[in-house]
């Protein structure tokens, strides 16, 4: 059986809080008992205020490309700069769509610069500049608090082609290999399975989303009874190298 | 908190058996007690084998387009020719992958026509003719012999554009809503979400993936304590309709 538990009394993060002291805290409070072999999963919005990853936009000047862009799209042209700045390459530039590389590699809208859940009226939070860092950060700091090894996953909300709504994926990794490769394994009836590899950590992170809920200020979940390969998995093997991605 | 727990002793599944009341059998039989307001999720694989949904790539005749495509792909022709019967558009045809639309509008690697996990050397299974229908199905059974209302998910392995690694979807739904629209509500600082559409029962379908394994025999999980939104939800409404999918 697996259990995935919401941390319902998380404070609000702000720059230089130790997330991963914070997290044994308010498991604490609510008598969660965090145990080897749990998975911690922590939303990137908390993970970028600790470390400071929010602009005004105030101080933003948007380039000439980010105003024409802005203009056609009906956006803040300084919230447009931020996107591109966090931007190695637009991958659909589309009615008021805005798809993109992030630099760390991962593909998505606004290049996960987000207006939501951030104080401030002028505020836009953008991702870690190394998720698995910041993952392991937060895997580091809860092991010498408490002497407890966990996985770590930093998740973010992502669209996707094909399907409507958004799902939570994982941006950040830390103790776990975040894809199981079942090729060459056999299946029930001894037939080889050629195809399946599972993209476990993302499996994870959807499932620690329907205990946090977007508006609710869950941004943590532990989830306890996955039997996850340990080892030294990165977020960036979740995203599809472009050479083999059809759709890029 | 969500639990999610494997049904561990489902017998394999033949031709005409009643999937709603061997879930019934299987939980009772490991002490698992169902409950108003729980979500069984259902692996494709088992309700296409219970509805007869398993062809003889021995009794398929190819057509000339699918032996072209086969020889180009190394595929067995006949195996083409399923997939290209269960579809009703290429999205997309490069190197060895075939990403179809299927009849029922999911787009998916291969029309979800698989042989993993199906009796007979010769034997491909195709997707439910109507999931919805299968989900529905499976919950009245279960409401008709033990008086409880559950939402049920059938779901099924798929590939994603951009991302490695495959995670399960929610192909089929009753009793739920499958998407919950948080625009227009405002998150922890009054700021009113505009973009946030959650695919929870995606979320759900991965979540519940973490207990099954590909290859393990645990075709039914039971995700208890997530508060779904009850109504008659429909697996398509998870499809990105194709005017407004920018990758399709």
């Not at 024409?68 to 637009?90: F, N, W």
């Not at 104080?119 to 002497?147: F, K, M, Q, Y």
């Not at 973010?156 to 290999?177: C, E, L, Q, Y």
Request: proline letters at 4%.
């Amino acid at each position: 059986m697996i259990q995935i538990i919401g941390l319902e009394s998380m404070p609000l993060i702000k720059k230089g809080d130790d997330i991963g002291a914070l997290i044994l805290d308010a498991a604490q409070r609510q008598g969660t008992k965090l145990e080897e072999g749990d998975i911690v999963v922590v939303t990137q919005k908390i993970v970028s205020k600790s470390e400071g990853r929010v602009l005004e936009l105030s101080r933003i000047v948007p380039s000439p490309f980010a105003v024409r862009i802005a203009k056609r799209t009906g956006r803040d042209p300084r919230h447009v700069e931020v996107i591109l700045r966090e931007s190695k390459r637009i991958v659909k530039m589309q009615a008021q769509h805005l798809i993109v590389e992030t630099r760390h590699g991962f593909v998505c809208a606004n290049g996960g610069v987000d207006k939501s859940n951030v104080e401030g009226e002028d505020c836009v939070s953008i991702l870690p500049s190394d998720p698995d860092e910041s993952a392991n950060r937060i895997r580091t700091t809860i092991r010498r608090l408490s002497g407890i090894d966990v996985a770590v996953i930093i998740s973010d909300t992502f669209g996707r082609p094909w399907r409507m709504g958004h799902v939570n994926v994982a941006i950040g990794v830390s103790g776990m290999k975040p894809i199981i490769d079942y090729r060459g394994q056999r299946d029930m009836f001894n037939y080889v399975l050629t195809v399946t590899v599972m993209a476990v950590a993302d499996e994870i992170a959807s499932a620690a989303e329907l205990v946090m809920n977007k508006s609710d200020g869950v941004p943590v979940a532990i989830v306890k009874g996955y039997p996850y390969r340990k080892g030294e998995g990165k977020g960036i093997e979740l995203v599809r190298p472009a050479e083999i991605d059809l759709f890029r």
